[in-house]
Structures are given as C-alpha cells and as structure tokens.
C-alpha cells in the first residue's frame, strides 16, 4: 500500500524557459508514515521568468529556415488558420512538442521569426528550452533527438522534486538509524529511568 500524492508543475516557475506543465505523483509506502509537500517553486515573479532568448542560437544553419514557397503558402491563410505561430523571444516558449523535426508553417506549432525569415528550432535550442544542461550528449539521428527532447521531462524542474524525495527519505532513515542503533535492552533501561521522579535525567532536563 503506499501514500499518493500528486500535483500540476509549471516548468516556468522553476527557472525553465518554457511554459510547459506536467502532472507529477509521488508515492510513498504507507508504512513510511511520510506526509510529502512538493517543492515551492523558487520563481514567483512572472518577471523573473527565463526567455526564449537566453537559450536560442544566433547563427543556425539554413536547412532549419523554412523555404520562400511555404512562408507563401501559410501566408496565404494565416489570419484564417492560426498558422506561423512565431514565438516572442522576451517571454519562454510554448511547449515543445516530440515531432518537431516535422515542424509546419501550416500548423500551430511553435517556431521562430529572426530577422525577418521562419525558422524551426535546432535540437540544441530545443534541449536548452527543455533545460537540459549544455554538456548533454545529443546522439542518434535528428528525429530522434527531437522526439526524446520533446517528451522528457524538464530536468531542472524535476530535480527540485527529487531533492525533495530524497530530503523525506533522509530524513526517515536518519530517524530508523536512531532507533536501530539503541538496542532493545538499552531503550528498556531509559524507559525504566524516567519512570521515577528526580531521576539523573530529569535533573539534567531541569
């Protein structure tokens, strides 16, 4: 049996440039006895929040700019369609998808207009958006880049919940480390102590 909690987390509010929100659960075996509080996020001030534009490149190469012929024909049926959904650089991004190597004009998927030209994201962008650091190794081909990027989990924000997790089962463990390192015979002989009045503990707590 276990203890469930669970909650709706906004990635914005832990420092991640992107307005993404994930539901989070957390269990705990019942006999932990362990009442769990996720996080406070550190971010409360919607000033504060990180933009697109800390984490996006200024030179990409062309392959990710999108040709004269599609601008054209999203152009076409924008105001009708919703489509070209550029995002604003001063605020974080939308939520990234997984099929972004995929990425349309003729859709309302998120891309950017620099410099007067749509472009898609690199996956590069797209792991610093999803917050993962810069050392991170990206492998396999680029559509499979783009689809782990897009559904993991933003990491800055999930390890504020891991640390929160590992804070409650330190915390449990020190208090089972206590109890293991008294003996059975020990914990009888301080009970037995403070049964009368005057005892040398009680004086001392005195």
């Not at 909690?5 to 006999?31: S, W």
């Not at 996020?41 to 990710?64: A, G, H, M, Q, R």
């Not at 206590?178 to 040398?200: F, L």
Request: charged share 30%; proline share 4%; hydrophobic share 40%.
């Amino acid at each position: 049996m276990y203890d469930v909690f669970h909650t709706v987390l906004k990635a914005v509010e832990y420092g991640v440039p992107q307005k993404r929100e994930r539901v989070i659960i957390v269990r705990f075996r019942k006999d932990l006895s362990i009442c769990f509080t996720f996080p406070e996020f550190p971010i409360t001030d919607e000033s504060n929040y990180v933009p697109l534009k800390e984490v996006i490149d200024d030179f990409v190469e062309e392959k990710y700019f999108f040709s004269q012929k599609a601008v054209d024909g999203m152009m076409r049926n924008r105001e009708s369609m919703n489509k070209g959904r550029a995002q604003d650089v001063e605020q974080p991004c939308n939520t990234v998808g997984a099929h972004l190597a995929k990425v349309s004009l003729n859709s309302t998927d998120s891309v950017l207009f620099v410099d007067g030209r749509y472009r898609r994201f690199t996956y590069r962008e797209v792991a610093r958006i999803q917050s993962f650091p810069e050392e991170y190794i990206l492998s396999e081909s680029e559509s499979a880049q783009y689809r782990a990027l897009g559904n993991a989990i933003p990491p800055v924000m999930f390890w504020y919940v891991a640390r929160t997790v590992c804070n409650e089962l330190q915390i449990k463990e020190s208090d089972f480390a206590i109890m293991d390192s008294i003996t059975r015979e020990h914990r009888s002989w301080n009970m037995a102590q403070i049964k009368g009045k005057d005892t040398k503990i009680e004086v001392m707590v005195r």
